[in-house]
């Protein structure tokens, strides 16, 4: 079997194309068709076991020491998105870039990143690293993660939408639905103020992107979440809306427009 790490390096996505992986947890990782490799709230380690006591439910896909990202964005602080234990081997690779909101900056510090490649997203606002255009959008962790944020990431025109973690704020999450993703990944998980599976659908309606993939599930007991209730209440709420469930270590290559999609196992 071909390790994942082979699978994102030989994966050569085509123009309008877009490969999507999904690394457990809220974690994924994409690769464009200029090459450009992309990581999002990578859970890599148990760090969270040793913190708290949450234990890994499901394996980790990749090492970080094989993660081949040109860039890795935390939307948040929180150990299961900003993996304290990863981030020193994350930065080994030299070209690696890291960005997210003040906190996730504050933890690259302490990781030992160097300030040339440490990026600070603010709220509402727009950049291009790395040639993908991030959009950081609302997102409402409460007080857990007062500076929490979500972001959509355009890659070369199709765009993504990673919720992060966040509560079902239809009101204040204009900005991200009016950005007008083509693929979204919402926190289902229902505990710790997130969204729930019928929330995550209804935000689906909101956003109504061709593809929703569910995240933040089944990675801790403690954390619950239920994506068969998702894929049930997106096919309500959303019928138009191609809904899927992958799982670690999973490809999904999305072609726009239509939506086609090539699935296989890393």
């Given at each position: ?5 082979s699978?994102i390096e030989?994966t050569r ?11 457990a947890q809220?974690?994924?990782a994409?690769k ?5 490799v992309v990581?999002i709230d ?11 006591g949450?234990?890994r439910?499901?394996a980790c896909?990749i090492?970080a020491e ?5 860039l890795v964005?935390c939307t948040?602080e929180?150990?299961d998105h900003m993996d304290?234990e ?7 690779c030299?070209r690696?870039?890291?960005a997210?909101?003040?906190e996730?900056?504050?933890?690259f510090e ?10 600070l997203l603010t709220p509402d606002s727009?950049?291009n690293?790395?040639?993908?255009r991030i959009f950081?959008v ?10 929490a944020?979500g ?7 199709i ?7 966040t509560a079902?704020?239809p009101?204040?999450l204009?900005?991200a639905?009016?950005?007008s993703?083509?693929?979204l990944?919402?926190c289902?998980?229902g ?12 935000l689906t309606r909101?956003?109504s992107p061709?593809?929703a993939?569910p ?5 801790f007991?403690?954390h619950?979440?239920?994506?068969a209730?998702f ?8 019928p138009?809306v ?13 072609r726009?427009?239509n939506?086609?999609?090539r699935c296989?196992s890393?």
């Amino acid at each position: 079997m071909h390790s994942l790490t082979s699978v994102i390096e030989n994966t050569r996505p085509q123009p309008g194309e877009l490969a999507i992986f999904w690394l457990a947890q809220a974690g994924f990782a994409f690769k464009t068709a200029s090459g450009v490799v992309v990581c999002i709230d990578p859970y890599l380690s148990d760090v969270v076991e040793k913190a708290f006591g949450f234990k890994r439910m499901m394996a980790c896909p990749i090492a970080a020491e094989d993660v081949p990202a040109d860039l890795v964005i935390c939307t948040h602080e929180h150990l299961d998105h900003m993996d304290s234990e990863a981030l020193p081997i994350l930065a080994k690779c030299p070209r690696t870039r890291f960005a997210g909101p003040a906190e996730c900056v504050k933890g690259f510090e302490k990781a030992g990143i160097s300030p040339e490649r440490r990026v600070l997203l603010t709220p509402d606002s727009e950049i291009n690293l790395t040639g993908v255009r991030i959009f950081s959008v609302y997102a409402d962790h409460g007080d857990l993660a007062p500076d929490a944020i979500g972001v959509v990431l355009d890659f070369d025109g199709i765009r993504v939408y990673h919720t992060g973690d966040t509560a079902y704020r239809p009101e204040r999450l204009r900005k991200a639905i009016e950005l007008s993703p083509d693929v979204l990944l919402p926190c289902i998980n229902g505990r710790y103020g997130n969204m729930d599976a019928e929330e995550a659908a209804l935000l689906t309606r909101d956003v109504s992107p061709q593809l929703a993939i569910p995240a933040h599930f089944w990675m801790f007991v403690e954390h619950g979440g239920d994506p068969a209730a998702f894929i049930e209440h997106s096919a309500r709420h959303a019928p138009k809306v191609k809904a899927v469930v992958m799982k670690p270590g999973e490809m999904l290559l999305f072609r726009k427009p239509n939506h086609g999609l090539r699935c296989c196992s890393g």
